[in-house]
């Protein structure tokens, strides 16, 4: 590992990198402007990592600005809000600003022209040292706040790293190293306040002392803007840091290990380090949604290229179609040949204008053909190497590109493909044009898809493995009551016959009992008695009482004297 002192803090040296022609100059000096409202806002439910926000208003139904319009289903997602007052005309499948150019779900809404804040809108507070962390995370959660640089990861999930690893360092990413964009630059320069404070309301949330901001040299009057609003370079535990203008230093991974020299493992995460990274416009709409009660709702957008009359940064709302980005940017140039999502490193190539602007959109750049399209037709690799020196996350990208191109999805995952930053500086540096990252974002898609598939099947083989398990259960479980219900009877069955002998003889010994009672009472009566006499000359003998039966067979007619 590699370390030098810059402007006083110890730095670090990632691998790889490159020095690129920067196109900041043409937006950087310009004011951000705000733009007019447009005719209609196509607001997508994709527009984080995590799952689709859902819609809670109904076609025809009248919204404020910012009123909640979809919420967030689970854990990793966020909601969605109105950017300004109107009408829900539709909610449905359009056009989506996707490499993929597939269309996804949306809310259309279109506007009133009233610009009315809904009267629910939540209170912000300027006391947010008084709220409690959770407190924080929720409201993060309830303004949609996602990460701003590129990557639109719910916020406030990364406030609330695993307590297994302690966060000791906050890193704010003021580097934007992408050329063409400067949204951040001018964020920096225009509202240095809001983006330290939400600096110190995330470093409340998550419970640490330290904050690195870092921001590249080629941003001096960023760096002064910050500096003069902190009163110094480093204070109250928050310390601003210049980094040397390498791309693409404002790789998450890449900027933790410049501040820090702590590398984040292969597939993990920068909590896994003890840090949290941040962009600053991140920083900024956090302050707005805890002190303004703001959700997420605009943002800036660097709008810049030569296909563009007046390029600018513009203060967005979320959903607003590029067409409006560009009309109020002076409209095309005779250059405009390309459209790009992002910087010409990162970003994707739309096919129409009709499309909208989504949370993580930090550049429109409307170029000549040869400024993103290589114009050179790719040629076999000649194994030289140079995209390994130039691959920051230290990969194969010869060897990526090999399995990719061989549809070979199982040996691509043993070389890291899923650490790639999709940086481009392989592609870059390629001596035989070869479309590498083409490759990787393909690779990526087919194992996702073919994860989808499996987890498809793996969920209908569990279902079906329930429903067999079901029927077995309830099988066994009717055998056992049946068992139970016969064993039962049998038992009853048996008591009775048992209880019913046993009356029987109880019935028995009674009548014995009253006959032996009732005897009793007569054999009194006849030792009372005179015993009858034999009539004279007879030989029958005296009537005597008989054990064996009951009745006394006495001569109803022969009268006792
Ligand atoms: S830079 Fe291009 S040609 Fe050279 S090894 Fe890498 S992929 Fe092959
Ligand atoms: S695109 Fe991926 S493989 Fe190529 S240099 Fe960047 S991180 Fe490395």
């Given at each position: 590992m590699t370390a030098h002192h810059f402007a006083g803090h110890k730095l670090w040296h990632f691998h790889g990198g490159l020095h690129l022609p920067e196109h900041k100059e043409t937006t950087r000096d310009r004011e951000s402007r705000p733009l007019p409202l447009p005719q209609r806002l196509v607001l997508s439910l994709h527009q984080h990592i995590g799952e689709d926000a859902e819609p809670v208003v109904r076609v025809g139904e009248r919204v404020w600005k910012g009123q909640l319009i979809a919420r967030a289903p689970s854990y990793v997602s966020a909601p969605l809000h109105a950017p300004t007052s109107g009408t829900v005309t539709d909610i449905g499948e359009h056009p989506l600003?996707?490499?993929?150019g597939l269309p996804g779900p949306c809310i259309v809404i279109e506007p009133d022209g009233e610009d009315a804040w809904w009267p629910e809108r939540p209170q912000g507070t300027r006391d947010y040292l008084e709220l409690d962390p959770a407190e924080i995370r929720q409201r993060v959660r309830d303004a949609g706040i996602v990460g701003l640089g590129g990557a639109a990861f719910p916020t406030a999930v990364k406030l609330n790293p695993p307590a297994a690893h302690p966060v000791d360092t906050l890193v704010i990413n003021g580097a934007e190293c992408e050329p063409y964009i400067t949204c951040d630059d001018r964020l920096m320069r225009e509202r240095a306040r809001e983006v330290l404070e939400g600096a110190r309301i995330i470093r409340h949330a998550l419970g640490v002392e330290r904050v690195l901001v870092g921001i590249e040299d080629n941003k001096p009057e960023a760096f002064e803007a910050l500096r003069h609003e902190l009163h110094g370079e480093s204070r109250g535990g928050i310390e601003l840091i210049r980094v040397p203008t390498i791309y693409p230093t404002g790789g998450e991974k890449q900027l933790i290990k410049v501040l820090t020299g702590r590398e984040v493992p292969s597939n993990g995460l920068p909590s896994d380090i003890g840090v949290v990274c941040q962009n600053v416009g991140t920083a900024a709409a956090v302050y707005r949604a805890i002190v303004h009660g703001e959700p997420l709702i605009s943002r800036l957008v660097t709008v810049t290229g030569h296909g563009v009359a007046e390029p600018g940064n513009v203060e967005a709302l979320i959903g607003t179609p590029i067409a409006h980005l560009v009309a109020h940017s002076g409209g095309y140039t005779e250059h405009a040949e390309r459209l790009v999502m992002g910087g010409p490193m990162m970003g994707f190539a739309l096919h129409t204008d009709e499309l909208p602007i989504i949370k993580g959109t930090n550049c429109i750049l409307v170029a000549r053909e040869e400024e993103v399209v290589d114009p050179v037709e790719p040629m076999p690799c000649i194994r030289c190497g140079r995209c390994t020196a130039a691959c920051p996350v230290d990969l194969l990208p010869q060897q990526l590109y090999w399995y990719a191109h061989a549809r070979d999805f199982d040996h691509i995952q043993d070389y890291n493909l899923f650490d790639c930053i999709e940086c481009g500086c392989c592609a870059y540096v390629c001596p035989s044009h070869l479309p590498l990252v083409h490759y990787y974002r393909y690779a990526k898609t087919e194992i996702w898809a073919q994860e989808r598939e499996k987890e498809k099947a793996d969920r209908a083989r569990r279902r079906h493995e329930f429903r067999l398990e079901r029927l077995e259960r309830e099988k066994r479980e009717k055998a056992e009551r049946m068992a139970k219900k016969k064993a039962e009877l049998a038992k009853k069955l048996k008591d009775k016959e048992k209880g019913g002998g046993q009356d029987a003889i109880q019935a028995a010994l009674e009548r014995v009992r009253q006959k032996k009672a009732a005897q009793g009472g007569a054999e009194t009566d006849r030792q009372r008695r005179p015993r009858p006499r034999p009539a004279p000359g007879s030989n029958e003998p005296p009537a005597v009482a008989s054990d064996a039966g009951s009745e006394t067979h006495t001569d109803p007619g022969r009268q006792e004297d």
């Amino acid at each position: 590992m590699t370390a030098h002192h810059f402007a006083g803090h110890k730095l670090w040296h990632f691998h790889g990198g490159l020095h690129l022609p920067e196109h900041k100059e043409t937006t950087r000096d310009r004011e951000s402007r705000p733009l007019p409202l447009p005719q209609r806002l196509v607001l997508s439910l994709h527009q984080h990592i995590g799952e689709d926000a859902e819609p809670v208003v109904r076609v025809g139904e009248r919204v404020w600005k910012g009123q909640l319009i979809a919420r967030a289903p689970s854990y990793v997602s966020a909601p969605l809000h109105a950017p300004t007052s109107g009408t829900v005309t539709d909610i449905g499948e359009h056009p989506l600003p996707h490499p993929s150019g597939l269309p996804g779900p949306c809310i259309v809404i279109e506007p009133d022209g009233e610009d009315a804040w809904w009267p629910e809108r939540p209170q912000g507070t300027r006391d947010y040292l008084e709220l409690d962390p959770a407190e924080i995370r929720q409201r993060v959660r309830d303004a949609g706040i996602v990460g701003l640089g590129g990557a639109a990861f719910p916020t406030a999930v990364k406030l609330n790293p695993p307590a297994a690893h302690p966060v000791d360092t906050l890193v704010i990413n003021g580097a934007e190293c992408e050329p063409y964009i400067t949204c951040d630059d001018r964020l920096m320069r225009e509202r240095a306040r809001e983006v330290l404070e939400g600096a110190r309301i995330i470093r409340h949330a998550l419970g640490v002392e330290r904050v690195l901001v870092g921001i590249e040299d080629n941003k001096p009057e960023a760096f002064e803007a910050l500096r003069h609003e902190l009163h110094g370079e480093s204070r109250g535990g928050i310390e601003l840091i210049r980094v040397p203008t390498i791309y693409p230093t404002g790789g998450e991974k890449q900027l933790i290990k410049v501040l820090t020299g702590r590398e984040v493992p292969s597939n993990g995460l920068p909590s896994d380090i003890g840090v949290v990274c941040q962009n600053v416009g991140t920083a900024a709409a956090v302050y707005r949604a805890i002190v303004h009660g703001e959700p997420l709702i605009s943002r800036l957008v660097t709008v810049t290229g030569h296909g563009v009359a007046e390029p600018g940064n513009v203060e967005a709302l979320i959903g607003t179609p590029i067409a409006h980005l560009v009309a109020h940017s002076g409209g095309y140039t005779e250059h405009a040949e390309r459209l790009v999502m992002g910087g010409p490193m990162m970003g994707f190539a739309l096919h129409t204008d009709e499309l909208p602007i989504i949370k993580g959109t930090n550049c429109i750049l409307v170029a000549r053909e040869e400024e993103v399209v290589d114009p050179v037709e790719p040629m076999p690799c000649i194994r030289c190497g140079r995209c390994t020196a130039a691959c920051p996350v230290d990969l194969l990208p010869q060897q990526l590109y090999w399995y990719a191109h061989a549809r070979d999805f199982d040996h691509i995952q043993d070389y890291n493909l899923f650490d790639c930053i999709e940086c481009g500086c392989c592609a870059y540096v390629c001596p035989s044009h070869l479309p590498l990252v083409h490759y990787y974002r393909y690779a990526k898609t087919e194992i996702w898809a073919q994860e989808r598939e499996k987890e498809k099947a793996d969920r209908a083989r569990r279902r079906h493995e329930f429903r067999l398990e079901r029927l077995e259960r309830e099988k066994r479980e009717k055998a056992e009551r049946m068992a139970k219900k016969k064993a039962e009877l049998a038992k009853k069955l048996k008591d009775k016959e048992k209880g019913g002998g046993q009356d029987a003889i109880q019935a028995a010994l009674e009548r014995v009992r009253q006959k032996k009672a009732a005897q009793g009472g007569a054999e009194t009566d006849r030792q009372r008695r005179p015993r009858p006499r034999p009539a004279p000359g007879s030989n029958e003998p005296p009537a005597v009482a008989s054990d064996a039966g009951s009745e006394t067979h006495t001569d109803p007619g022969r009268q006792e004297d």
